[in-house]
Every structure is written in C-alpha cells, then in structure tokens.
C-alpha cells in the first residue's frame, strides 16, 4: 500500500547498513526538485509511527527540502524480514554497507531461530557468504573490526581483506597484518597467500608485505 505519510512519524530502522552521505543527499535533493520522488521510501508500522525500511538517503532530501509528509510504501511485515528486505535492496544496488552492522542482523537472526541457510537464500547469497561475515564479527581483533565500520575511502581494508583475516586464530597477529595492510596497501591476494602460509604454521619472511609485491607475485610467499 501507497499513502503519504508525515516525515515526523518515520523512525530510524534498528539496523543501519549504510553511513549517511551528504552528497548523496544533496544530489537527491536536486533531483526531487526538478523530478519530484520517483521511488517513495518503504516503511512499516509499528506501535507510534512507523519504521524506515529502506530509502534513507530519500528521506533525508526530502525532509531537507521541508516537506512535511512523504509518499511511503507500507510493508506489513516481522523486524526480521525488514532487515532482510533492507539487505537485499542495497545488494541489487550494488551499495556499500557496514559489513560488520550486516553481520550483527545476521547474528540477531540465528538467535530467533534462523538458519543460516535461510538467510542466505533470502538474500540471494551462498551460506558461505553469511559465514564469512559472522566469522568477522566473531573471530576479528576489535580494533581492525571498528575499521571496517569507518566511511568508504578512510581506510584500505575492506571485507574481503577481514574475511582472510580472520582465519588466522592469534588476534595480535591479525592487528599487526591490519597495520601492515594499512601502510603498505597489501593487496587481498597477497593477503590471502600470507595467511595461507601463516595457517601452514610457516613463518612471514621479511620484506613480503613490500610495495613491490603489490604489483609482482612474490617469490618468498608462493
């Protein structure tokens, strides 16, 4: 169902899976005022008012332009399957998300009984993509966790560089690679060989975290 609904009554969602961008805002601000909304944001009901779902970044514009009451579809629908509806809307549009906000829904969701199966059938994503990303949250040092929480750009390490990360069972040796990856701009391939031979119980070799190796595979690593 489609109403107008006053900006004043839609609540944040409990989960926020993407850092508020100014820009972006901005940029939609522009657009609804030559274009008007397009899309309307997507809300469900709850006991005062009403939850976003999704449509942020739309939300934010308009209520920049001093619109008092927007157009909303009203889901009727669980916490749950909001947060799932909230995932799979910023997967299709190839968004960043806050992998590790991401995580913490998928997590709140085995405690209710969900499978991991479940979840990722409902979002499209194979049952390892959900484990890597409780694995993260789970095994990951705090400190290089609290990074991939920080806006797109502030930081090297991404998901991919957390995932391999944290297969490696000492959290101090996960913080120094984090540094190192920060210096010296590893890469997640040569990441990923690094761990392997850390897993082997092979010790790093001076030097395999060089710039150089970043462009060339490294002899003392392969």
Not at 140 to 151: G, I, M, N, Y
């Amino acid at each position: 169902m489609i109403a107008e609904i006053e900006v004043d009554r839609i609540k944040a969602g409990k989960f926020c899976l993407r850092d508020l961008d100014d820009i972006v805002v901005e940029d939609i601000a522009n657009s609804v005022k030559e274009a008007g909304l397009l899309q309307p944001v997507v809300v469900r009901p709850i006991s005062d008012g009403y939850e976003l779902v999704f449509g942020l970044h739309r939300l934010q514009a308009c209520k920049q332009l001093g619109w008092k009451r927007i157009p909303a579809i009203i889901k009727e629908t669980s916490s749950e399957e909001a947060f799932l509806m909230h995932v799979i809307e910023n997967l299709q549009r190839n968004n960043h998300v806050n992998p590790i906000a991401e995580a913490q829904g998928y997590k709140l969701l085995i405690s209710r009984g969900w499978t991991m199966v479940e979840i990722a059938k409902k979002i499209g994503k194979s049952c390892s993509y959900v484990s890597d990303r409780l694995r993260v949250l789970d095994k990951l040092h705090p400190r290089v966790r609290r990074k991939l929480s920080f806006p797109r750009g502030k930081t090297h390490l991404t998901i991919s560089h957390a995932e391999h990360l944290s297969l490696i069972d000492d959290p101090q040796q996960q913080l120094k690679l984090a540094e190192t990856i920060e210096e010296e701009r590893t890469s997640v391939r040569n990441l990923e060989r690094m761990v392997r031979k850390l897993r082997r119980g092979e010790t790093l070799p001076e030097g395999c975290l060089c710039k150089k190796c970043q462009n060339y595979p490294c002899n003392k690593i392969s």
